[in-house]
């Protein structure tokens, strides 16, 4: 909380944050109509690509959707995906990185391998081709991701520990006969939880970016509507250089909400290297 | 050190062998039916049977993974679905489109950015300089690749009209290695490249920033300041030690541009290896989706293996065991 106070690119960050997840949590009321519901003109005819109105705010798609209603919804896919795929992600990071540093040795050596593995698989096209065979849907988007990112953090997290478990109160722990598990929950991972926080902050970001980019290629999930996936729709239909009032929303709600991630993100950084500190 | 290079490159090839595997096993445990593409109507069993052989994909799941990997050891990549032909000359010419976006983009994004990057790692901390360098870079590195693409594309090729929307050349342009040489590929190649340098620019900033900030308090800063030598000489100094963490950023940044410069390559249209990964992925292709995946996997090996061996060339304090 301090950090917020202190730090005005934070506050920013968690202002814009706190921001979508409020549209998020109330997008059915603050959308005007449903996402795909299907727009008439008086005359009867479809109403598609119709310029920002009264009625329409964002004007309309070529289908005939409202376009802030799909925008408000879109929110929910990405702060979903984004919020559960780093939570995973940060649970098998810190185990993976925790028991690695922490027993070393024999451990150490097969985790890093496997990890070495994880960190050569190029992220974009695995994700692609594993959710193609999988099947797009929210779940297996959000599956892929953990699968990907928990490597990076892996690494992280293992270095961490490494400086930790040579702390002299760690060994007064052990020697005094407490369990590893006692040692690793109550004089290791309390001295990490700020690069645990921080790495959580940057998944977040990167589970956005990911599935924006799948939704973008056509391999989101066809039955909820998200960024990614409104601009896929723009691209495939031509309208992506005529119709800005459909393709700028989404645009800019991608990169304020990663941006507002990394902004936070940095606060931490320069909080947990007291080498970047003022001086 | 010759004992260092032997070990790491051999790690390499375990690391390589580990993640055609895993690509085997994903395809062939999907309960999706690769050869549903393939099969037409009311073809005959033997006809089925024949070109079930022809592609690997008879006997037990050993049997096609001691098939698969033999293929693959001599150099036996099998033929598209879809292109109906070898695997290596679909993708051969389109990894050269590939590396004529990324490495130039990545080259310009990294010098660009770590330029920048002195300046702000430079400036009085705290100061306007450094806050808004921070915070722009910050928000531009937020920016989803196809955003960049799709603004650019808006921008120069919609309103102004400056630069071609799509393809890699006009449609009468050469089709042989001369056609990289021309006006007209240089000025298809122009918005695409721009896109990945400006994707690449914040993080390199980043990086410089934080290495001239660790570095400018140094005691060598000190002692070259006490020198009397000018502050271009000192930045050059600290920027020279700030280097390292780039340059070891580099090659696997090369490899992530290959591998995400997907989106790029789709939203300019642009005939490179992503886009056809994604294409063949759509079609069904899957030896072609393999094939490319393995590629880029390759790629991005060789690309960590360069970075260890180059640090240690570069960084005197590295002992290698």
Redesign the interface.
């Given at each position: 909380m301090r950090l917020v106070m202190k730090d005005s690119f934070v506050a920013m960050g968690v202002a814009i944050l706190l921001f979508f997840i409020v549209i998020a949590t109330f997008a059915t009321v603050l959308a005007p109509y449903g996402p795909y519901e299907v727009m008439m003109t008086e005359a009867g005819r479809l109403d598609r690509l119709a310029r920002p109105s009264f009625e329409h705010p964002l004007g309309t798609t070529a289908y005939g959707n409202d376009v802030l209603s799909q925008f408000i919804h879109g929110s929910r896919v990405a702060l979903i995906v984004g919020l559960v795929a780093a939570v995973a992600v940060g649970f098998v990071s810190t185990v993976f990185g925790v028991v690695a540093g922490y027993f070393g040795g024999l451990v150490d050596d097969v985790l890093m391998r496997i990890t070495d593995v994880a960190l050569s698989i190029p992220t974009l096209p695995f994700a692609i081709v594993a959710v193609s065979l999988l099947g797009p849907s929210v779940q297996n988007i959000i599956l892929v991701i953990s699968i990907l990112f928990w490597r990076n953090g892996a690494r992280i997290i293992r270095s961490a520990v490494l400086t930790e478990r040579e702390r002299i109160y760690v060994k007064w722990a052990r020697a005094a006969g407490a369990s590893h598990f006692h040692v690793i929950l109550h004089h290791i991972l309390p001295n990490i939880v700020r690069v645990i926080f921080l790495w959580i902050t940057m998944s977040v970001a990167f589970a956005i970016l990911a599935e924006a980019s799948l939704s973008f290629l056509g391999l989101g999930d066809p039955t909820v509507i998200s960024w990614g996936q409104m601009l896929n729709t723009a691209f495939s239909s031509g309208s992506l250089r005529t119709a800005w009032w459909w393709v700028v929303p989404p645009c800019i709600a991608l990169t304020l909400l990663v941006s507002s991630l990394y902004l936070i993100g940095r606060g931490f950084e320069e909080q947990t290297n007291p080498r970047l500190r003022r001086y | 050190m010759r004992g260092y290079v032997l070990r790491r490159l051999f790690?390499s090839v375990?690391?390589?062998w580990?993640?055609t595997s895993?690509?085997f096993l994903?395809?062939r445990v999907?309960p999706?039916d690769p050869t549903a593409m393939l099969m037409d109507r009311g073809m005959t069993e033997a006809a089925r049977d024949k070109l079930l052989e022809d592609w690997g994909l008879t006997g037990s799941l050993w049997d096609q993974y001691v098939a698969y990997i033999g293929n693959l050891m001599r150099g036996d990549f099998g033929n598209s679905f879809f292109h109906r032909k070898p695997v290596w000359e679909v993708l051969g010419p389109l990894i050269v489109n590939t590396l004529w976006v990324a490495v130039p983009g990545l080259l310009l994004g990294a010098v660009l950015g770590s330029g920048l990057g002195v300046l702000v790692g430079w400036a009085p901390?705290?100061g306007k300089t450094e806050r808004i360098g921070?915070?722009l870079a910050?928000?531009i590195?937020?920016?989803?690749?196809?955003?960049i693409g799709?603004?650019l594309?808006?921008v120069f090729?919609?309103a102004l009209g400056w630069f071609p929307?799509f393809g890699m050349g006009s449609v009468d342009a050469d089709q042989g290695a001369s056609r990289y040489l021309t006006l007209d590929f240089l000025h298809h190649l122009a918005l695409p490249l721009i896109a990945v340098a400006i994707y690449f620019l914040p993080e390199n900033l980043l990086l410089m920033r934080?290495g001239v900030?660790?570095n400018r308090?140094e005691d060598y800063v000190e002692l070259v300041r006490a020198k009397g030598v000018s502050q271009s000489r000192v930045a050059w100094h600290t920027a020279r030690n700030s280097l390292l963490p780039l340059i070891t950023w580099l090659f696997p940044a090369l490899?992530?541009t290959?591998?995400?410069i997907?989106?790029v390559e789709?939203?300019f249209s642009w005939p490179g290896v992503?886009r056809e990964?994604?294409l063949a992925?759509?079609r069904q292709d899957y030896p072609l989706?393999q094939s490319?995946?393995f590629l880029?996997?390759v790629?991005?090996?060789l690309a960590?293996l360069a970075a260890d061996l180059i640090y240690g060339k570069l960084d005197p304090r590295v002992v290698y065991k």
């Open positions: - | 790690q375990l690391v390589v580990a993640v895993i690509m994903m395809f999907m999706t901390r705290g921070i915070f910050t928000i590195r937020g920016v989803p690749g196809f955003v799709i603004a594309l808006a090729s919609s929307a934080s900030v660790e308090t490899a992530e290959i591998a995400g997907v989106v789709i939203v992503g990964l994604v992925v759509t989706t490319a995946f880029l996997a790629m991005i090996v960590n």
